[in-house]
């Protein structure tokens, strides 16, 4: 059996990060779980259902990376061999721009997927900490020097570039709840919401196609929908898209964009 752990990590304490763990064996990939924040994950490991459906928000915490590798190794029945994580992450201080960031805005920014620059203060403490917690626990961070399908490694991902490739577009998927205004700023919010709604659906599906189920049930149509109530899904979806990345890593598919510092890695077109 060989297991991935990813996560959509929020830049913040205060916004949840979507959780998803996949497993092999030997023959194709299923997903094991999947969870919009790392609280409903956890309770997922004790049995507890995520409440998709319920009204307010799925708030945000900080990790504690032994509870989520021992909720991982409860659900899948086997220990997690490698990490995926939606965050920057370094061997060293992040104070700017890397040159990971450099490479993929170089690569895919004609396609509308370039990086945000981080700093010292945003993601900052976040990603190093949980980079620290997870080199802790064995999984040291994936540089450039990474050869690709080794196991206990951290891998930094990047959904933007990956979706491009999952869903053969040619530029980047409008699938994010906080800019559908700008997406479509003609459309009244329950087009939007419906528009928002197709996107999520192609990219379940192209999920689907590589993992069977997803346990995920994406709403069908706007009606008394908001934007708040559909982040989770975008969350999780995220999650599961850093989960393939992980598995076309393991599968030789991926390249580590960077230095020896930092990579961020992308799937290999085929």
Known sequence: M?????????WTATEPTGVALVASDGIGWRAVAVAPNYDSFLRLAEGSPVP??????????TASVPELLEAAHRLANSPVDLVTIDIP???????????????????FGGRGCSTHTPNAICPGPLGATLSAAFNDAGFPIATSLTTAAQTRRLLEVY??????????????????????????????????????????????????????????????????L??????????????????????????????????????IWCPSAS
């Open 52 to 61: 998709w459906t319920q009204p307010g928000r799925f708030h945000g915490n």
């Open 226 to 263: 908001t934007l708040s109530a559909l982040k989770r899904y975008e969350d999780a979806l995220d999650a599961l898209v850093c989960a393939w990345v992980g598995i076309r890593y393991m599968q030789g598919q991926a390249i580590g964009h960077g230095d020896e510092t930092a990579a």
């Open 89 to 107: 992450i370094a061997t060293v201080p992040i104070t700017g721009r890397r040159a990971a960031d450099n490479v993929i805005s170089a690569i």
């Open 159 to 224: 959904p933007h570039p990956a979706l491009v490739t999952l869903l053969t577009r040619t530029y980047r998927v409008p699938y994010k709840v906080g800019k559908t205004r700008s997406y479509w700023p003609a459309l009244s919010l329950d087009e939007r919401i419906d528009m928002l709604l197709v996107e999520f659906s192609a990219i379940h599906d192209a999920l689907d196609n590589v993992l069977g189920p997803v346990g995920i049930q994406i709403p069908t149509a706007a009606g008394k």
């Open 2 to 10: 060989t297991t991935i752990l990813a996560l959509d990590a929020a």
